[in-house]
């Protein structure tokens, strides 16, 4: 018997961004089986802004968490978003893990700056640890 992981969350995107953000979903080469299907919407409006949910069963256990999150911040990495949340519960080990990311901006000009920080939650929500991922 499969291990069964439940993984969820939106990704908040940047305000006027949904019809290119319904292409670069369109165009992502999704995988079939694993890691990352196509379980994502197509861009919503919402208050303020629009959003992308997602959410999927998957037969993974939680070292196999690792592989999904780097293929879905790939994706990430091609959307004009502001944040997301991705949120990984596995049933039989009753094991969980969250993750929050926001798009960071600096600088100004040819000295502008861009990157996604990935923040490990805490089961309250507390901030565990913090990475900035690659360009």
């Not at 992981?5 to 089986?33: C, K, L, M, W």
Request: with cysteine.
């Amino acid at each position: 018997m499969g291990h069964q992981t439940i993984v969820h969350g939106y990704i908040e995107i940047a305000p006027g961004s949904e019809a290119h953000n319904a292409q670069v979903i369109d165009r992502f080469d999704f995988d079939e089986v694993w890691p990352l299907r196509r379980v994502f919407s197509n861009p919503v409006t919402g208050y303020r802004g629009g959003f992308v949910s997602f959410a999927d069963g998957l037969k993974a256990t939680p070292d196999e968490w690792p592989e999904w999150r780097q293929r879905f911040e790939q994706l990430l990495k091609g959307l004009s978003a502001i944040s997301a949340r991705v949120d990984f519960a596995e049933f039989e080990s009753s094991a969980c893990d969250s993750y929050a990311y926001v798009f960071n901006q600096s600088g100004t000009g040819k000295d502008r700056a861009a990157h996604w920080t990935r923040c490990r939650l805490g089961p309250n929500g507390e901030e565990l640890e913090e990475t900035d991922l690659p360009a």
